[in-house]
Nanobody, 123 residues
């Protein structure tokens, strides 16, 4: 499975960005698509996840609940992360990943990773 993330950039606090993650290859093995983020010197942090097929079951980190929305377009094999009310502490490199597991919020539970996209929120 190959993943291509895009949509990062520089935004002021309170603004919005939408990230996209396009999957290709053996996507039939993918059960969930997830988003993580990482800042220098810190571990990669879970942000959100969504099931790829069937009903869009979602899960969010407490730090982004009510502000971020994860969605998908099954036909395009693409997941999205709509980020609203952005805060400076949301600044990070954002990664998308896929897993075959039913429950997965830890980086080691994900099988494939895309290259990250930088999100910078200025105060």
């Amino acid at each position: 499975v190959q993943l291509q993330a895009s949509g990062g950039g520089l935004v002021q606090a309170g603004g919005s960005l939408r990230l996209s993650c396009a999957a290709s290859g053996r996507t039939f093995s993918v059960y969930k698509m997830g988003w993580f983020r990482q800042t220098p010197g810190k571990e990669r942090e879970f942000v959100a996840t969504i099931t790829r097929i069937g009903d869009a079951m979602t899960e969010y980190a407490d730090s982004v609940k009510g502000r971020f929305i994860v969605s998908k377009d099954y036909a395009k094999n693409t997941a999205y992360l709509q980020m609203n009310s952005l805060k400076p502490e949301d600044t990070a490199v954002y990664y998308c990943a896929t897993t075959r597991r039913g429950t997965a919020t830890k980086p080691y539970e994900y099988d494939y990773w895309g290259e990250g996209t930088q999100v910078t929120v200025s105060s």
